[in-house]
């Protein structure tokens, strides 16, 4: 929960062998049901018995099922309209890592002193830098900087998810988060509170600097031992870059604009958007 709202549409959860983050949009019902849908069908995944080679394919089947499950809920419930979710999962068989992600929730990792932004965001000002059309310091400040591009449980969009494996490094430190801190926090300072993590108090104070209230979300941080990756409790951070309201997301849908350099939401064929309140 935040400083001022009552309840947090972000679910999480942290396990020996899988960590997972979803950060629910759709008003105060609709959110906090479509990230809890989305862990409901992740979390018995985290069991040893997964051989390497199946964890990408058992992950994206289960995030199928979770977007098939809300927009069948979306369908049967007008309160639900509009329900949908960002979501990441990162899952260890022996030493390798796999990933599924899709939304704008972001993971890093620390290796040495050098922090790395492992995901690359779903949202319309990612697609303007993507494309040049826009800087990222202009992205920071851009009036459609919370219009998100893919979701789970939207059924007119693509929700093929991002997918990654890796070899898992001994002593990398991995920390899953929704934009609630991305968007508050610098990557300078998550580097360096990532570096010197003591507790989740540490994170806590840093990621509540004075400034407007809002809700905190959930980090997970995890330094790989050889196979037996750590496992921390979780912190919370406010977030007021992205201010979700008590109706159900509004769709963003233009026309094509022919001419011109810079895209808006809905032209070149990207599709519906997610407008966050």
């Keep these: 929960m935040g400083l001022v709202r009552s ?10 062998n899988l960590l997972v983050l979803a950060d ?8 906090d049901i479509a990230s809890s849908v989305a862990l409901a069908h992740l979390v018995p995944l985290d069991t040893d018995s997964h051989p390497a080679d199946s ?5 994206r089947e289960a995030l199928l099922d979770a977007h098939e ?3 069948d809920r979306s369908s049967r419930d007008r309160d639900l309209e509009g329900l949908g979710t960002t979501c990441i999962a990162l899952m260890r068989s022996g030493n390798r890592l796999a990933m599924v992600h899709i939304g704008d929730s972001r993971a890093y990792v620390l290796r040495g002193d050098t922090l790395t932004q492992v995901t690359t965001d779903h949202s319309f000002v990612q697609y303007l830098v993507d494309t040049g059309q826009i ?3 202009e992205a920071e400040h851009h009036p459609n900087r919370n219009v998100v591009l893919k979701i789970l449980g939207d059924a007119q969009a693509d929700v093929a998810p991002d997918e990654t494996i890796r070899t898992a490094v001994v002593g990398d ?4 988060c929704s934009d609630g801190l991305s968007g508050l926090v610098s990557p300078e ?3 360096q509170v990532m570096a010197d993590f003591k507790g989740p108090g540490r994170v806590r104070r840093r990621a509540h600097p004075p400034g407007p209230p809002g809700r905190r979300t959930r980090q997970y941080h995890v330094r790989h031992r050889g196979h037996r990756p750590r496992r921390h409790l979780p912190a919370r951070a406010p977030t007021d870059r992205r201010r979700r309201g008590h109706r159900p997301q509004r769709q963003i849908a233009r026309r094509r604009r022919s001419g011109g350099a810079r895209c808006r939401p809905g032209s070149q064929g990207l599709g519906p958007r997610h407008r966050r309140r």
């Design 7 to 16: 309840n947090n549409q972000d679910s999480g959860y942290a396990g020996a």
């Design 24 to 31: 629910g949009m759709g008003g105060p019902a609709g959110g």
């Design 55 to 59: 964890m990408l394919p058992l992950l």
């Design 69 to 71: 499950e809300l927009t």
């Design 135 to 137: 800087t990222p310091e």
């Design 173 to 176: 430190r991995w920390m899953l």
């Design 189 to 191: 300072t998550i580097g």
